[in-house]
Structures are given as structure tokens and as C-alpha cells.
């Protein structure tokens, strides 16, 4: 057999017959409905959660764009404001009621609906089964009933927008007593139990979907499959599925506690309260309990979101500058030190509310060592890419783009671990251009490298590289004219979520930079509309992919058909022989992994 | 572990290896609802709960339960359909009596002025409860799902895979309840 001309229907020899009833999956009859709307093909499904989360961050981008027009404009009227959304932006300013409205939901629409659900649910569901090389799932039902659910909570998030007294608005972490109180405000009201609602079926959805990933990742790898085989997308897929299905639970239970609370006059987190001159009945409840519960999650979220894109940055800078990874099993240490120390650091979040000085050293001294695994991997990128024959595909440029924003938005999370310097930055502008870089622009990049690389997989149609180019680079340029800046008003102590800062004179030194902040951030918006537009654009005008793997890419992924039907490989599932990383190796640019290891190959993993 | 065990592992069905996993979830949510209760347990005006009598009936009707689910997964894999539909219809019954002795304890609770009001473990039972039961709730629909189709329609293929996936969720039903049982007899002060 020809070594170097191996395509697929040869692999298929040497491969294993999978479990038999999978391979009925082929022959069903699919009606336009089992095979769109409640598809359970993996590949499917995961198209669903990319242009669902794609909706969202539409969304959650547009609003952002209207508080920056508050914000660098506080003394501007848009008339055009109060047409769409009438007495929230009475005589063309955004009401302060609805300023918080928009801060929370862009905050958690992005966060959850995008981030997690648009991220990893489409990554996790596109690329497991395809890099393991399995038909479908552990369980394809679940896994359509974890989009349907992230449909409903986003149904529910949606018309909580409509409600007369505005969406929920106490802050994307809905800290109690606030949000426990109806009479706190406007935004308390029904759009605080809509959120609860939603974020409840949100976390049914994001459960289902993680135990099909952790069952379909330790148990539906086809032969020669080894765990340490496994492309670094799927061990990084499993790990954050590992961190939601422990931490998600939490926040449930948080959220439980806080509706009876809401409605049911229970004492959870509530304790001699006074609001609006109303003494209320409600006694030894804690309001930091909440933060534990809350937090608990929220740190691991933080990591649920970032892995998946570290994965995929990983596999594609890799594959684009024809290199072995660096540093396979580092690599695997590093995912594996930061997700059991994700669960080990909440309480920085907490150093200001009264935690205990001693208590809060610990958790500084554990945030800090994040920082250990983190440049582990920021080193190992940098080497893999070092002296590559990089081909500079927007995948890669985003790729690069994420490793540039992961160093910069990392950095400043050492100044927020420690918890003396905490006590200036907290609830600053500071912590918002932290997690904006490090966590969401960085996970965006990575998702948007995950789209390019893959787009062609998903719909057998190459996305337009021009519109491509420019979109990366207003990203890049954008991102950080944007939220730099934030630093430095963060630093001279301007606090975050405050909707005017003309009354503080501290706080006045920066109304040009704002003004700054908020062009930019209207021309980065219209350069991810560029995107969307190219997205759908190329689904039905794209160049056509004409060969099986157009990126000359090692993974499984590519050994299927251009355009797979459910059940991915037309023949038997491709047996594996080698790691996903044999690029460059022996005079050969790259070697799949269906490829047996030859007598004369030098040993490399 | 030893050799075998290890291969049984390895050759799970991947529709179990997902029960097991979704368990550590639940385990996990009520982690946090209990790490919460003893957080609470340390403010002021904390006030325990005495668990009324019929709790410990819910108890010895669990536990009865899984006795009987046993049953019913040995009926099954020796293939006697007529004791497998027997206890699988007594385990459900089992079910449906431990939900209304709940309701019963619950009612009992409330009637002794341990209400939403003012502070203490009780607030915490109704919830921890609440949810434990609801999965029971679950479970019930469940089995009734299995007792009804092993009336109607013909088996293809003869799998052991369900029932074997519904005892093991109606076992961790009822180790969970015993946890929650003990953790509010000891750390709630409710004997």
C-alpha cells in the first residue's frame, strides 16, 4: 500500500466495525423537520447552537453599543432611542432603570447564551464525535433536548426584553438583596423571575449537553484511540464539560434558593432590610451566600468559556504553521491544573465583602497560581508557532489574535488576585477591561478562529477571506482601543455600571476617551455585522470545498466526506494508528492519523 | 481495583456511563443546598427542626423500595416478566407512598408553625426535600413508563440496559434521601 496516498476508502480496510445499531442511523427517512429542527446529528445540532448564539450575540453586542452611546455621549440626545424604545430612552437618553437592563442582559447573554452555549455547544457537538471518531453522540435524544432547552431559556430571556417593567437589572450576577426584592426596583420585578426562569433552563441545557460530552469523549472513541491521541479541542472540550457538569448544580441551587426568596418570603439571603421605608419580616438570611453559591459557578464559567477557545487555538495553530504542537502532555497538565484550581479560587471575587484577610491570602495565593498553567500554555502556543511555515489563514490570524489577547487580559488578572491592590480595583472599569480581554474578546477570537477553520466541515462552503481579513483586523485594532483605555480610568478609580460620571469631578477627566471608546466600539459592532453577513453569505454562495481536507490537516475530522450525512463516515469509522500531531515529520508535511506508524518512521510520540 | 473491575468499566454502555455522570451532577447541587444549610447554621436566630415521625417512614419505605427495584432487575434478567411487572408496580407504589409521606411530614411541619417565616433549617427542608422528592417524582414516572410498555408492543431485541439504568437512578434516589435523612437528623438537630 502507497504510504503517502492514503485516502479514506483505503483507511476503511484496516478499520473496525463499530457498534452495529449505529450504523442504522443512515438509512432513516429524514423529513425536513428531523433533519433542520429537531435533528438529533450531532453536526446539526451543533450548526443550531452557532446560529442561535450568533442571534444572541447580535443582541448582547447591540445593547453594548447603546450604553457606550450613554456613556461617551451622556449629554447627547438620540431621538431615534425613544422611537424604538420609547419611555426607557424618555426625550432620546437611556433611563437609568433601563441602562441596568442593558448592562445585565448583555452581560449574561454574552456570557451564557454565547459564550457557553454558542462556544462549546457548537464545538463540542461538531468536533467530539468527528476528532473521536464516533457516529453520533453517547446519547443524540439528550442531545437535541440540550438545544431545545438553550432554545426555551433563550425564549424566556427574549421576552423578558418586553416586559412592561423592563428585563432583569441587577447585574448579570443578580446579587441578592437587590434582585431578591421586588420593590428594589422596576427591573426586580417579573424580568428578575424571567431571568431566574431562563438561566434554569439554560443550566438543564447546558447539563445535558456535558454529560454527552464527558460519555461520548471516555466512551465512543474509535479504535486506537487512546486518550492521549486525542486532538487537544477535545481534551479541552472535556474538561470544561467536567467543570460545568460540577459547577452549573451550584448556581442551580443558588437560583432555587433566590425565587423562594422572590416569591415565597423565605429568609435564604435576606436580613433586616429596610426598603422604601418598609420594614420587612425577613430575618438570618446571608446575602454573601449567595456569592459563595453564585461564584462557585462563576469562577469555573470563566474557564468553561476560555478552554474550549484554548483547545481550538491549539489545534489550529498547529495544523497553520505545519508544526507539531508544543508540549502535547504539558499541554494536557496545564487544561488539567486549571480546571481543579477554576474551583479553588471563588472567593476572589469576594475579597471585599468582609471575607476574612486569612481566608482571602489563601485564595490569593491560588489565584496566583493559575498563572502558572496559564503561561505554560501562552509558551507552548508562542513555541508551536515558532519558525513554522505559517500560512496566515484568518483561522490563524484569529488564532494569533487570541494568544496576543490571553497575554494582555491575563496579566492584568495578576494585579486583580492580589487582594490588597483588590481593594482599589474592585468594581472599577479596571475589572472591566480585565475580563473583557481575558475572557470574553480572547474566547470571541477563539471562536471566531474555531468558525474559520471549520466552516468548511460545516457546510462544505469556504467563508470570503477578504471580508474575513477585514474583520480580524477592525477586531483586533477595535478590541484594544476599546478596552485598554479601561485600564486607566479603572486605575483613577472610575467605577464600572455608573450610566453618567458628569456630577463626580474625579471621575471627569476621560469624556473624550469615552467618546473614543464609544466610536470604536459602534465600528467593531459593524465589523462582526461584516462577519454575520459573511456567514450567511458564504452557507449558500461560498467557494465550494473540493477536496476532503482542504487544510491538509491531520484529525479525523477531514477523513469524512466533504459534506457528511449522520453517521460521518460512509464506510467503517477509520481506525487510529498515530497522535493528530505529525506535522513536518520525515521529509512529509503532514500524516494523518488514520496512517499506520511505518517500519523506517523516526519515534516521536 | 482490581483487574476486572477495570474492564467492566471499559465496556460500559455509554447511556450508563452518563447516569453515572449526571449523578455527580445532582450530587453536586445538593453539595452546594447542604454546604449552604450549614453556612446558615451559623448566623443568628438560626433555628433547627425536628423532623416529624412520618420522615422516618419515608425512610423504611425507600429503603423497602430498593429492595423491591432489585427485585424486579432480577425478574427482568432472568427473564420472568410476570415478577418483573409485579415489582416493578410495587416499586413504583413504594415511590408514590414515599412522595405522599413527604407531603404528609411536610403538612405536619407546617402546622407546627415551621413555616417560610423568619429564619432557620425548616426553610431549608421544604427546598432540600422539595427537590429530593421531585426526582423521586421522576423516578416514578419512569418506572410507570417501563411497567406500561412491558404490556404493550413487541421487544426486538431482548437489552437489560434500562432497567439496569433505572435501578441504578432509583438506588441513588434512595442513598440521597438517606444522606439528607442523616444530615438533618445530625448537623439540623431534628431527632
Known amino acids: 500500500m502507497n504510504e503517502a496516498v492514503k485516502t479514506s476508502a483505503a483507511v476503511s480496510e484496516g478499520a473496525h466495525v463499530a457498534h452495529p445499531h449505529e450504523q442504522a442511523h443512515e438509512h432513516h427517512h429524514e423529513t425536513f423537520v428531523s433533519k433542520y429542527i429537531f435533528s438529533m446529528d450531532h453536526k446539526t445540532i451543533g450548526k443550531q447552537f452557532l446560529i442561535t448564539g450568533i442571534v444572541w450575540a447580535i443582541i448582547g453586542g447591540l445593547f453594548s453599543v447603546l450604553f457606550r452611546l450613554q456613556l461617551g455621549y451622556p449629554e447627547e440626545s438620540f431621538p431615534i432611542l425613544e422611537t424604538f424604545f420609547g419611555e426607557w430612552a424618555k426625550g432620546g437618553q437611556i433611563q437609568p432603570e433601563f441602562y441596568y437592563g442593558l448592562v445585565t442582559i448583555h452581560g449574561t447573554v454574552l456570557v451564557f447564551f454565547v459564550l457557553t452555549a454558542g462556544l462549546s455547544g457548537t464545538f463540542a457537538n461538531l468536533l467530539i464525535p468527528l476528532q473521536v471518531g464516533a457516529r453520533d453522540m453517547a446519547s443524540p435524544f439528550l442531545n437535541m433536548l440540550s438545544y431545545w432547552f438553550f432554545f426555551l431559556a433563550g425564549v424566556v430571556m427574549l421576552s423578558s426584553i418586553f416586559v412592561h417593567t423592563g428585563p432583569a437589572s441587577g447585574g448579570w450576577t443578580m446579587y441578592p438583596p437587590l434582585s431578591a426584592l421586588r420593590q428594589a426596583g422596576d427591573g426586580q420585578k417579573l424580568g428578575a423571575d424571567l431571568w431566574l426562569i431562563s438561566m434554569s433552563l439554560f443550566i438543564i441545557s447546558s447539563l445535558l449537553g456535558g454529560l454527552n460530552y464527558i460519555a461520548t469523549i471516555l466512551n465512543m472513541r474509535t479504535k486506537g484511540m487512546s486518550m492521549t491521541r486525542l486532538p487537544l479541542p477535545i481534551w479541552a472540550m472535556f474538561f470544561t464539560a467536567v467543570l460545568g457538569v460540577l459547577s452549573f448544580p451550584v448556581l442551580l441551587s443558588g437560583a432555587i434558593l433566590l425565587l423562594f426568596d422572590r416569591n415565597l418570603g423565605t429568609s435564604f439571603y435576606l436580613s433586616d432590610i429596610v426598603v422604601n421605608g418598609e420594614i420587612l419580616p425577613n430575618e438570618g438570611g446571608s446575602a454573601i451566600l449567595y456569592q459563595h453559591l453564585f461564584w462557585f459557578l462563576g469562577h469555573p464559567e470563566v474557564y468553561i468559556i476560555l478552554l474550549p477557545a484554548m483547545g481550538m487555538v491549539s489545534e489550529i495553530l498547529s495544523v497553520n504553521s505545519r508544526k507539531p504542537i508544543f508540549g502535547y502532555m504539558a499541554m494536557l497538565g496545564s487544561l488539567f491544573a486549571i480546571c481543579i484550581l477554576a474551583f479553588l479560587v471563588w472567593a476572589h471575587h469576594m475579597f471585599v465583602t468582609g471575607l476574612n484577610p486569612f481566608l482571602g491570602s489563601v485564595f490569593v495565593l491560588l489565584t496566583l497560581l493559575i498563572a502558572v498553567p496559564s503561561a505554560i500554555k501562552v509558551f507552548n502556543w508562542i513555541t508551536t508557532i515558532w519558525r513554522g511555515n505559517i500560512r496566515f489563514t484568518p483561522a490563524t490570524l484569529f488564532a494569533i489574535g487570541f494568544v496576543s489577547l490571553f497575554i494582555s487580559g491575563g496579566l492584568t488578572g495578576i494585579f486583580l488576585g492580589n487582594s490588597t491592590i483588590d481593594i482599589h480595583l474592585h468594581d472599577t472599569m479596571f475589572v472591566v477591561a480585565h475580563f473583557h480581554i481575558v475572557m470574553g474578546v480572547a474566547s470571541f477570537f477563539g471562536m471566531f478562529a474555531g468558525v474559520y477553520h471549520w466552516f468548511p466541515k460545516m457546510f462544505g462552503r469556504y467563508l470570503n477571506n477578504t471580508m474575513a481579513y477585514m474583520h480580524f483586523w477592525v477586531t483586533m485594532i477595535g478590541s484594544y482601543l476599546i478596552f485598554w483605555p479601561m485600564h486607566y480610568q479603572g486605575l483613577a478609580g472610575v467605577p464600572r455600571r455608573y450610566l453618567d460620571k458628569r456630577g463626580w469631578v474625579s471621575f471627569n477627566d476621560f469624556a473624550d476617551l469615552d467618546k473614543m471608546i464609544t466610536v470604536v466600539s459602534i465600528v467593531v459592532f459593524a465589523a462582526q455585522l461584516l462577519f454575520v453577513f459573511n456567514f450567511f453569505y458564504s452557507i449558500f454562495k461560498g467557494r465550494k470545498v473540493r477536496t476532503a481536507n482542504p487544510w491538509g490537516a491531520n484529525t479525523l475530522e477531514w477523513t469524512t466526506p466533504i459534506r457528511p450525512g449522520h453517521g460521518n463516515w460512509e464506510g467503517d469509522i477509520p481506525e487510529v494508528h498515530r497522535w493528530p500531531y505529525d506535522y513536518g515529520k520525515d521529509g512529509r508535511e503532514f500524516i494523518p492519523q488514520t496512517e499506520p506508524v511505518g517500519a523506517q518512521e523516526t519515534k516521536s510520540h | ?191
Open chain 2, 1 to 191: 481495583m482490581s483487574m476486572t473491575n477495570k474492564m467492566e468499566q471499559k465496556r460500559m454502555h455509554p447511556h450508563k456511563f452518563t447516569l453515572w455522570v449526571a449523578i455527580g451532577s445532582l450530587l453536586m447541587m445538593f453539595a452546594g443546598l447542604t454546604s449552604a444549610f450549614i453556612v446558615k447554621s451559623n448566623q443568628v436566630n438560626w433555628k433547627p427542626v425536628a423532623m416529624p415521625v412520618w420522615f422516618t417512614i419515608s425512610t423504611i419505605l425507600m429503603l423497602l423500595s430498593s429492595g423491591t427495584m432489585q427485585l424486579a432487575l432480577k425478574g427482568f434478567r432472568e427473564r420472568v416478566m410476570r415478577n418483573y411487572r409485579l415489582w416493578m408496580w410495587v416499586t413504583l407504589g413504594l415511590g408514590a407512598a414515599f412522595v405522599a409521606s413527604q407531603w404528609i411530614g411536610f403538612q405536619e411541619l407546617w402546622s407546627k408553625q415551621v413555616t417560610f417565616q423568619g429564619a432557620g433549617a425548616g426553610q431549608f427542608l421544604y427546598v432540600i426535600f422539595g427537590l429530593h422528592a421531585l426526582h423521586v417524582i421522576a423516578g416514578v414516572i419512569v418506572l410507570l413508563v417501563m411497567a406500561i410498555r412491558s404490556f404493550v408492543g413487541s421487544v426486538k431485541s431482548y437489552n437489560t440496559v434500562p432497567v439496569e439504568i433505572a435501578a441504578t437512578y432509583w438506588h441513588f434516589v434512595d442513598l440521597l434521601w438517606i444522606y439528607l435523612f442523616v444530615f438533618f437528623w445530625v448537623v439540623g438537630g431534628g431527632q
